[in-house]
């Protein structure tokens, strides 16, 4: 039952266990190659199930995306803090975060992701920019607090600089 498998391969990777996880995941995707099942249709209680579903943790775990929508606070914090690009997605819209040596980069790739506190693995200069400007922010524990909400926009690119 697959759907249990990405569960347990999900936190296998939240404890350090990622040779584990990745053994797990492979197992299950071999199983849908393409030639013996269909990769785009996990059967486990019926076509199209929801449970398969929970690969979607193996994301969460990976990236460290963590949202709170009332408070406009978005937070990552990847695995072994591992620059790269992570996807992540909202209601509202959905994006790329992206960690370099010197900045993090949040994308809005369609709709809208309003943030007031940015929080990170890593810590930040207090410097930010958007829309090709200098924004305010207040350094708080783990990351930054937008004098203002930023409301991010498709094609838009907010740059966090970083120590």
């Known amino acids: 039952m697959h759907g249990f498998e990405y569960e347990v391969a999900s936190h296998m990777l939240l404890y350090g266990m990622d040779e584990e996880a990745l053994k797990c995941v492979r197992a299950v995707r071999q199983r849908y ?3 013996r099942r269909n990769p785009w249709n996990e059967l486990e209680c019926g076509s199209n199930y929801a ?3 929970s690969s979607y943790a ?5 990236s460290g995306f963590h949202c709170d929508a009332y408070k ?3 937070s990552f914090s990847p695995l072994h803090h591992a620059d790269g690009k992570w996807f992540f997605a909202m209601e509202s819209g959905f994006g790329e975060v992206v960690f370099m040596k ?3 980069q949040v994308k809005v790739l369609f709709g809208k992701i309003g943030i007031k506190t940015l929080l990170l ?3 930040c200069t207090g410097n930010a920019s958007f829309k090709s400007g200098e924004i305010k922010a207040k350094l708080v ?3 930054m607090r937008f004098d203002t ?3 991010i926009n498709t094609g838009e690119v907010l740059c966090v600089w970083t120590k």
Do not use: N, T
Not at 58 to 62: D, I, K, Q, S
């Open 33 to 35: 190659d393409g030639e």
């Open 51 to 53: 449970r398969s579903l």
């Open 58 to 62: 193996l994301l969460l775990a990976y």
């Open 72 to 74: 406009m606070e978005l």
């Open 102 to 104: 010197k900045c993090v």
């Open 121 to 123: 693995d890593r810590p």
């Open 141 to 143: 524990a783990g990351g």
């Open 149 to 151: 909400a930023i409301e």
